[in-house]
């Protein structure tokens, strides 16, 4: 019942810019961590930024100081703005939700996952 759908996608050239927005939908009763990875071919996925419920942040190596996590809870969305992209930001970018529904303890989602793709 629960869903989390990515959108924000898309080609952008080196020193773009780019902001990934993921929406939960369906009956909920808590959301706890939110998360955004990303797997790019022949690697492994690996964790690019994650927010926690209190707003604390954490975030790769690789993108600190050019991406930035934020939520909106009345919305029940969560945020990605990349700036400052580099080629080898290419890949799929998938968000994660760790959510409470009706009559359920947590669980994990995760969203379908949408290309990023750095290139001139």
């Known amino acids: 019942q629960v869903q989390l759908v990515e959108s924000g996608g898309g080609l952008v050239q080196p020193g773009g810019s780019l902001r990934l927005s993921c929406a939960a939908s369906?009956?909920?009763?808590?959301?706890?961590?939110m998360r955004w990875y990303r797997q790019a071919p022949g690697t492994q996925r690996e964790l690019v930024a994650g927010?926690?419920?209190?707003?604390?942040?954490n975030y790769a190596d690789s993108v600190k100081g050019r991406f930035t996590i934020s939520r909106d809870n009345a919305k029940k969305t969560v945020y990605l703005q990349m700036n400052s992209l580099r080629p080898e930001d290419t890949a799929v970018y998938y968000c994660y939700g760790r959510i409470r529904a009706p009559y359920y303890s947590f669980r994990d989602y995760w969203g379908q996952g949408t290309q990023v793709t750095v290139s001139s």
């Open positions: 927010v926690a419920s209190g707003g604390s942040t």
């Open positions: 369906g009956s909920m009763l808590s959301i706890n961590d």
